[in-house]
């Protein structure tokens, strides 16, 4: 059985700053009543976390894989990923074929069809035949 681990693929932060991500965001913290979904102490301005992409359009994305969480446990959520699954996050970046395969990648990762060493191999396959 793969280890628990989460994975999100980077998202370029230009495709942040527009005005539908900012609708969107808005959207999201109105229905968590704008607080932090997280238990405990708060800390920090309220931030919109994907817990899962499936597109690279963050305005299109679904609103069950964005939440709201503050400044502390958002960072406390990303600390959480393993470096393994972070090395595949920066392969998905750099590569075309990744792009277009995101979504399922996203979903193998998510449920944990591969580990994350397993899928890092696999990506650098991919990048070696640079298809
Ligand atoms: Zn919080
Ligand atoms: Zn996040």
Not at 79 to 85: M, R, V
Not at 101 to 128: M, N
Request: hydrophobic letters at 35%; a neutral charge; proline letters at 4%.
């Amino acid at each position: 059985m793969p280890t628990k681990y989460k994975a999100r693929p980077q998202i370029p932060t230009e495709n942040f700053s527009n005005s539908r991500w900012r609708a969107k965001r808005e959207v999201i913290m109105k229905r968590d009543d704008w607080r932090c979904q997280s238990l405990g102490e708060h800390a920090g301005d309220l931030n919109v976390h994907h817990r899962n992409y499936t597109t690279s359009e963050p305005w299109n994305e679904l609103d069950e894989n964005l939440i709201c969480l503050c400044e502390k446990h958002h960072q406390a959520e990303h600390d959480q990923l393993g470096s393994a699954a972070q090395d595949v996050a920066e392969a998905l970046k750099h590569s075309n074929w990744m792009v277009k395969h995101r979504k399922l990648l996203a979903r193998c990762i998510d449920e944990k069809i591969f580990s994350p060493e397993e899928l890092l191999a696999f990506v650098e396959k991919r990048l070696d035949v640079g298809s």
